[in-house]
Nanobody, 118 residues
Framework: VQLQAYGGGVVQAGESLRLSCRVS????????MAWYRQAPGSQRSWVAS???????YYPDFSLGRFMISRDNGANTMFLQINSLKPEDTAVYYC?????????????WGQGTEVTVSS
């Protein structure tokens, strides 16, 4: 099972980015998917989650500017970040909780780096 995150880059404050995370491999069911981020010198923190039944969850700081979505048919998750701020600079990691009889477990992607300049 592999999670490939992509879509990061260097942007100006106020711009938007759409991150993607694709799950590949021999799997039967993806339950929870989530985005986390880790800024330089900080711990990894939760950004948003999406359950397979359509529930979405956010911590307070990401309400309003971050939007998580997923395409279950394509095993892909997205994170739309609007009005980017310099403090959003971080490596963004995707996470997937694989259920079912095949390769069941929790998996992380390698991260995609977002740099926001002021």
């Amino acid at each position: 099972v592999q999670l490939q995150a992509y879509g990061g880059g260097v942007v100006q404050a106020g711009e938007s980015l759409r991150l993607s995370c694709r799950v590949s491999g021999n799997i039967s069911d993806i339950d929870l998917m989530a985005w986390y981020r880790q800024a330089p010198g900080s711990q990894r923190s939760w950004v948003a989650s999406s359950s397979k039944d359509g529930g979405v969850y956010y911590p307070d700081f990401s309400l309003g500017r971050f939007m998580i979505s997923r395409d279950n048919g394509a095993n892909t998750m997205f994170l739309q970040i609007n009005s980017l701020k310099p403090e959003d600079t971080a490596v963004y990691y995707c996470y997937a909780d694989i259920q079912g009889p095949i390769n069941r477990g929790n998996y992380w992607g390698q991260g995609t780096e977002v740099t926001v300049s002021s």
